[in-house]
């Protein structure tokens, strides 16, 4: 049983760090904590000329 | 591009650029100002700003760039042979939708004989293999995708019919140029630097491949032979220079706009476009950046 859990949360950890690290855009997060007049500017883009 | 080379330089990263599918979705997030600003089609960020969007347009995304691309073993050979046939744009706020009026009237077609559709940039190449629609109107690298695949042919550029033709334009909220102008300048230094850097006399055809490489892995999520293809076949087939907003250029859009029923009223120049920011980037130089340098200047 013991076994059983510590392979769960390995798996749960391994797929949230991977997650974290592939499909989150910390760039974002971590511009939107700053103070408004330290912030870059956000620009929207499409993938077209 | 800008920011991934600007990432290199000491000032490092000039702003936090946004993926988005669709110009209706850019024009909701510039007004709820999730977007400080954006890159759309320059009648949209024109019929924002004459619906009372406290937007300006302070430069351009590029110069060219857009096709009207039928089926390469299709009926249409000429102009002539869209009347009645289904056209994709992008938006009915688009100069890709303005250009089919223009060329409508220099073949003495009316163009309201063309069943025009609005469909995401995206789906646009799809749409044509599949038959769905009969040619499309759109910016690249669209053109490119559908002729790279071997079932497009491109009938027209848009130069062909519109000298000093532009279509994407750099949108700047009205809060943020009256609050923040030193940001703007930045943004607009960096894109000025980026067109000119593509434009770099003998280093142009490496930087652009260069480019179409890095912008398809990490920004366009496209093929970088895709964007190599539309960047380079011909050379000019987009060009980045120059960027600044010009009074004529806007006053035939609004008027192409007023004509073809998407614009309500006249509006003056002045009062969607800010010009200092392009005025302050006039004197700006190309990147000093090459493939595979981890600096750049």
Known sequence: MRKLLFGLV?????????????????????NDRLPLDKRKLNVAYIPVT | MTDYISAYSQSGQLFVPRLFQGFPEIKEALMSNKMQAAFMV???AIALRAQGVPVKIVYLGHRYGSAVVVRKDGPVKTFADLRGRTVAVPSRFSDERLILFKAAHDNGIDAWALHMVE?????????LAAGAI??????????????MAGFGRVLFHARQYWPDYISCV????QDVIEHRPEAVQMLVDGIARSGLWLEDGTRREAHRVHAADFVGRYYYRQNPALLRWALTKPIDRVMYEPLSPRR???????????????????????????TRFAEG?????????????????
């Open chain 2, 248 to 274: 004529r250029d806007f006053e035939l859009i609004v008027r192409l706009m007023r004509e073809t029923g998407v614009l309500d009223h006249d509006i003056s120049f002045e009062e969607y476009t800010d």
């Open chain 2, 42 to 44: 320059a009648p949209m």
């Open chain 2, 134 to 147: 009969d040619a499309f109107s759109m910016g690249e690298p669209f053109p490119s995708q559908a002729e």
């Open chain 2, 281 to 297: 980037a006039s004197g700006m130089t190309p990147w000093k950046y090459e493939a595979g340098s981890n600096t750049a200047q």
């Open chain 2, 119 to 127: 469909m995401a940039p995206p789906d646009v190449a799809g749409a």
């Open chain 2, 170 to 173: 750099l949108v700047v909220r």
């Open chain 1, 10 to 30: 390995t798996w749960v950890g391994a797929v949230t760090a991977a997650h974290m690290a592939l499909n989150v855009n910390w760039s974002v997060i971590m």
